[in-house]
RNA sequence: GCCGAUGUAGCUCAGGGGUAGAGCACUUCCUUGGUAAGGAAGAGGUCAUGGGUUCAAUUCCCAUCAUCGGCUCCA
């Protein structure tokens, strides 16, 4: 007998070779029709697999991130197993489990071509597989058999991957027809895949290599249940509805032209209102945090890239420098603002009193981005940051580090913004030699971003080897509709910059030290900020900052004049109004405003405009009833000011 | 930059070797209306751009550009 801990810790007693799927079916019928995979000893294993000792275990469900994994990672394979019929010949690179659903590489060879034409044939096939139940059998085989099976057949891609293995770890999954290198785990067979959807097919490069071939990536999904498939398909569709490009386009707020260029956003008005909106709002709140705003050019000279060092990193990569009349001379775009404001700190001197200086600006930059990595606003070729530069003690870069925690949880908690991410990222300690400043620094900096987000509550992920070359950072994701992460803030220690550009100021000792330079953005780039505001509201922005607050509907042409005196009486409350005159029935008015998402609707007709009132009504919500004009004044009022409380 | 798809009116899209069509939006007229689409008429297009095939190309072919889905990169 075996002792197998449960996840509440209690503890029961089976025969030595148990499996997870045994173990489900001694707990409950039901748990034992949904158990997928099983964590046994912190790995994770198929439901079949005989346990052989005292264990801890864990039984997963699809709504399990293991159970979808091993859902998702079998679905991979019966893919395969699809493509490998059609497309006889077509070699296999990696199928992972991802997100959401799992996408497999394959190589169909250089004569033949997968396009999206074929995905419903690939679905259709993996129906009919799927509805073979074929169990997936793991084998462990030994590196050389593993290399004869995969040799005979020709994936290449697979001999690669299996030379890089160790012997004695490697496994085989068969299904049907098909043999794929696993480490699993899988389903017991396919015959729970009963919802299937082929979703799209994409380039993408071997192992992530752009020197190395191109692969044919398919992505799909698959569910229990095809209920739960059609609800994912409908929640990708309302996704699609929020997408910034098109609610920037319907609700007027930005565009780009061709002339102009790509990647150039151009902000329409309502959407520069916006934005300079989100800048007067961070500015004020800036002002109040010990900043000071500062104002560069958008050209620096190629020098000052040399000294930052970005010219010989990036300089290939960037817009080429402008020439000017002057032999020798040359300008670049600038790609950021830390080199210019290291320009500003070294403009006066100063005293260890003076420090932490903070330095703030709203800077627009130009980046080189590739064609086909363009993207609405998240991935533009200029932009705006909300850039600010702390310059302190060493002693004081984990309360520098805490108070711009502190600002980003404040700007997203006025924002509404609770769906984001913190990623703490630090060195490679194998390849300490890839980063530059000394290891007691960059211990010190590692400290203090761990312990001031952990003294802020700040949950975060920690990464080893996401360091920026010149120090460790902090950053803030956040998803767009369709799921993609995005950067927004980042918070990086700085041991370069300084360095480079001989930053210093006169210590306790009177002695000449090197200041801590942290870089920080908390909307990251306006733009990209924009598009994620967009898309997590839908395009209903909270009242404060809607381009149009309210819009006035007068019933019919008789009730103009009163439409003016509402207009101008909101007006000189700084209440953003619109009136809506035109030949209209007041159905067809509501229906075209609440489509433009403008907060309030007043429809006013005769009974309001005898009694000086509104008949208001929200966005999405309808009917309000009837208001005093000056009642609905403050209404708004106390509306904008709980919002950005 | 790479793989695949797409490009027709301001927007969403249909069409197709013989110089273009719908709905919405727009303009004018009728209607002056009470909480999500009143009616009529009209205007609007070198069918992305440049080549080629053809008596004839928006349609077929090639290239370029842009957009979309990914890959790679991201100070």
Not at 3 to 31: C, F, H, M, Q
Not at 143 to 156: H, Q, W
Not at 498 to 515: A, M, S, T, V
């Amino acid at each position: 007998m075996i002792k197998i801990t449960l996840p509440d810790n209690s503890v029961r007693e089976y025969s030595k070779g148990i499996t997870g799927a045994e173990i489900a079916s001694s707990i409950s019928p039901r748990l034992a029709k949904e158990v997928l995979s099983v964590t046994v000893n912190g790995e994770i294993w198929d439901i079949n697999r005989p346990i052989e000792e005292d264990s801890s275990v864990r039984l997963h469900k699809f709504e399990d991130n293991e159970g979808k994994h091993a859902f998702w990672h079998s679905s991979a394979h019966l893919m395969a197993e699809a493509i490998e019929q059609l497309f006889p010949g077509t070699k296999f690179g990696i199928g992972p489990a991802i997100e959401n659903g799992f996408y497999y590489d394959v190589d169909p060879g250089e004569t033949v071509t997968i396009t999206e034409l074929d995905l419903p044939l690939i679905e259709k096939r993996m129906k009919e597989l799927a509805a073979l139940s074929q169990p997936f059998l793991r084998e462990p085989v030994s590196r050389e058999e593993a290399l004869r099976i995969f040799n005979e057949k020709g994936d290449s891609y697979k001999t690669e991957l299996i030379s890089e293995l160790e012997d004695g770890t490697i496994t085989l999954y068969r299904s049907g027809e098909f043999t794929d290198l696993c480490r699993g785990p899988h389903l017991p067979d396919s015959g729970s895949i009963k919802a299937i959807k082929v979703l799209s097919v994409a380039g993408a490069y071997w192992r992530g290599d752009e020197k190395r071939k191109m692969m044919t990536r398919i992505y799909g999904i698959t569910f229990p249940k095809q209920k739960m498939l059609d609800e994912y398909l409908e929640m990708l569709e309302e996704a699609k509805k929020r997408d910034h490009r098109k609610l920037g386009r319907e609700l007027e707020l930005f565009t780009f032209s061709q002339k102009v260029g790509m990647g150039l956003p151009l902000w329409l008005p309502k959407g520069a209102e916006l934005r300079q909106r989100l800048i007067d709002f961070m500015t004020a709140e800036l002002k109040r945090r010990g900043y000071s705003m500062v104002s560069t050019p958008h050209i620096g000279n190629v020098d000052l890239y040399k000294t930052s060092g970005h010219y010989e990193k990036y300089g290939a990569d960037s817009f080429q420098p402008l020439k000017t009349p002057q032999e020798g001379e040359e300008f670049m775009l600038k790609p950021m603002n830390c080199p210019h404001h290291c320009e500003i700190f070294n403009a006066t001197p100063h005293s260890y009193k003076d420090l932490p200086v903070r330095m703030a600006e709203f800077g627009t930059v130009y980046r080189y981005e590739q064609h086909g990595e363009l993207h609405g606003l998240t991935r533009v070729r200029s932009f705006t940051q909300d850039d600010a530069h702390h310059f302190c003690e060493p002693d004081q870069m984990k309360e520098e580090f805490k108070s711009i925690i502190d600002l980003v949880q404040w700007v997203f908690n006025s924002l509404n913004f609770n769906e984001y991410t913190a990623q703490i990222s630090l060195r490679d300690p194998a390849n300490k030699e890839k980063y530059i400043g000394n290891d007691e620094n960059w211990d010190k900096a590692e400290k203090a971003i761990i312990e001031a987000a952990s003294e802020k509550g700040l949950e975060t992920v920690i990464v080893k080897g996401e360091a920026a070359f010149y120090g460790p950072k902090l950053d803030f994701m956040v998803r767009d509709a369709i799921g993609r992460k995005w950067q927004l803030g980042t918070i990086q220690v700085d041991y370069n910059l300084p360095e480079r550009f001989d930053l210093h100021y006169i210590g306790r000792d009177n002695q000449k030290h090197q200041p801590v330079m942290l870089h920080r953005a908390i909307f990251g780039s306006l733009e990209r900020f924009v598009a994620v505001l967009i898309e997590s509201t839908a395009g209903k922005f909270p009242l404060w900052l809607a381009p149009e607050q309210v819009v006035i509907l007068p019933i019919s042409e008789k009730f103009h004049d009163y439409a003016k005196k509402v207009s101008n009486f909101l007006n000189n409350y700084d209440i953003r109004t619109l009136k809506d005159e035109r030949n209209e029935k007041i159905g067809k008015k509501i229906r075209d405003n609440e489509l433009k998402k403008i907060p309030y609707l007043l429809i006013i007709g005769e009974k309001e405009a005898e009694a000086g009132t509104v008949s208001v009504r929200r966005q999405g919500e309808g009917d309000r009833g009837v208001m005093e004009l000056e009642e609905f004044a403050r209404f708004i009022k106390d509306e904008i000011t709980r919002e950005t409380a």
